[in-house]
């Protein structure tokens, strides 16, 4: 068992290898307990691997990249257009798929620069550049751009 205490939560870590009486090999489960100090309220999470060399740390490490995938997968397919392609051969498939992925990390990374001026989400980063161009074309239709500085404030 290992736990740790931070922000007001205590979470502890269970490691146990289990047999299934349905399922032919032996599993390595963690088994993730967080109590709130303050409330007692407690949640559970149990991850499951057939790898049972591995610690409890790696399992978790291995459960958030895998989710930190599926998340920017999620990212890419609702934001980024990656579902919207209409593409069949393997050249256009992969490079819309890499166009979709590269904008989900130029989006984090935008996030990251800015400290949250442009918000926390995907679609905080869309609708903050969509603002900017709106404005921007709106001026322009006004017939005099005012000076740089007003467009950037």
């Known amino acids: 068992m290992h736990e740790t205490c931070e922000d007001g939560v205590l979470t502890e870590y269970f490691q146990i290898e289990v047999r299934h009486k349905k399922f032919p090999d032996a599993l390595n489960v963690v ?11 407690t949640a559970h999470v149990i991850l499951f691997s057939s790898d049972l060399a591995l610690g409890w740390d790696k399992v978790v490490d291995y459960y958030r990249l895998r989710f930190q995938i599926e ?3 999620r990212d890419a397919k609702q934001y980024w257009g990656l579902e919207d392609f209409m593409v069949v051969k393997e050249a256009k498939v ?3 798929a890499c166009f979709s992925m590269f904008m989900v990390n130029m989006a984090y990374a935008l996030i990251a620069q800015n400290d949250g001026k442009v918000g926390r989400s995907m679609h905080d980063v869309k609708v903050w550049f969509l603002a900017r161009k709106q404005v921007q074309e709106t001026l322009k239709l006004c ?3 005012p000076n740089v500085f007003l467009l950037t404030n």
């Open 31 to 41: 088994i993730i307990r967080k109590t709130s100090v303050s409330s007692g309220k």
């Open 71 to 73: 998340f920017n997968f």
């Open 94 to 96: 992969r490079n819309s």
């Open 143 to 145: 017939g005099k751009m």
